[in-house]
């Protein structure tokens, strides 16, 4: 598994302290921990459940993992000056205690042999009774800072669209009249998980039939049927980190008159966003590029329900979002989706691709195909 450079976590822990005034930093939230770390906490593992804390101390630049002990290992290659290490449950003698409460007392025992004056937290992920009374909340700085990517981000962010992009291409194989959104679903994961290496976590809309006509949703037992459109909308986390990419598939290779304009006219609204993707361009205004398009391709802007894309990284959605009302602007470094979409009674569709915002103007990270008949 991949995992964020020493380099990068070391910069971005100088960027908090930089923009904070606390003399001592606590990081509970798990994709921060990550961000300003290296450590990855799967939720796919026993050893995901339960409660770390990352200590910066800002005048040295210190930082510190406080880890239960079955995290314990994976923390030791995280980039850290220090582990300390607390133990949970042994599995071979002791039962095992309480992990949430006594990993909140273990803070507060370090927290007492410090001096220190105020304190910057996450409150919304400060636990009750952390005895800490003078705060700062570095949430806002920590949603900012994560727009611009940096370079080990981008590696993460790579893997996870390669994978994906294998998940769309394994979906395709096997799309046909008389299997189930079950199959397609293990189908794309196997796809994933075979691409890169190991176990993630699949989210996503897996949606056929009416389903789709609705938006989408996850994958049931629902069986695909002659004539109709399935979505794939995936977003796995991949070493922490997301790719959301989306196709809509026939499930027969046929297309209806009302399914062939709903295909041209997503595929317009998608070069429309393209047009906007360079820094300094409003958010608000991608969304409004993404729905003239969809208008002046048979009014499908009338089923365009949903925002035209969104920001991604360490979060899905993350800023910037193209919604009517945003104000924000693309910075280069952005990681953003361009994702068109139309619904309605009997038709609904959504392509979706993933970009890197440059000094001038965009890369296009994910390269699947979005068809809704795949010319091969």
Known sequence: ?????????????????????????????????????????????????GSNFLLIDTATGKSRL???????????????????????YDAGRNPGIEIFGTAVRELNTRLTSMTTRRVGVEIGW??????????????????????????????????????VGAGHRAARQVIEPGVTELDVYNALQAGIVNEVGHAVLLMGDFA????????????????????????????PIVNGYRADFTATVSVDGQLSEKQAALEKALHAGIAAGEKMLKPGSVAGDVYRAVQAALADNGGFDKGFRHHAGHGLGLGHPQAPYFVPESRETLIAGDVVTLEPGSYGDDFGARIEHNYLITDSGYERLSNHDTAFVSAG
Not at 1 to 29: F, W
Not at 66 to 88: K, Y
Not at 212 to 229: D, P, Y
Request: glycine share 8%; charged share 25%; aromatic share 6%.
């Open 1 to 49: 598994m991949q995992m964020l450079t020493a380099e990068g976590c070391k910069a971005r822990r100088d960027k908090l302290i930089a923009s904070v005034e606390a003399d001592l930093i606590v990081i509970h939230n798990p994709r921060h921990i990550q961000y300003l770390s290296g450590l990855f906490v799967t939720q796919t593992a026993l050893k995901g459940w």
């Open 208 to 235: 056929s039939g009416d389903r789709a006509n609705g938006g989408g949703g996850e994958a049931t037992k629902r069986v695909l049927a002659a004539g109709e459109l399935m979505i794939l909308d995936v977003f």
């Open 126 to 163: 400060l636990p009750l009774g952390v005895n800490v009374e003078n705060t700062v909340d570095v949430s806002a700085t920590l949603f900012e800072m994560q727009r611009q990517k940096y370079d080990d981000e981008l590696t993460l962010i790579r893997e996870a669209v390669h994978g």
């Open 66 to 88: 406080l880890v239960h002990n079955h995290i314990a290992g994976d923390a030791h290659n995280a980039h850290v000056d220090d582990v300390d290490e607390w133990t949970w």
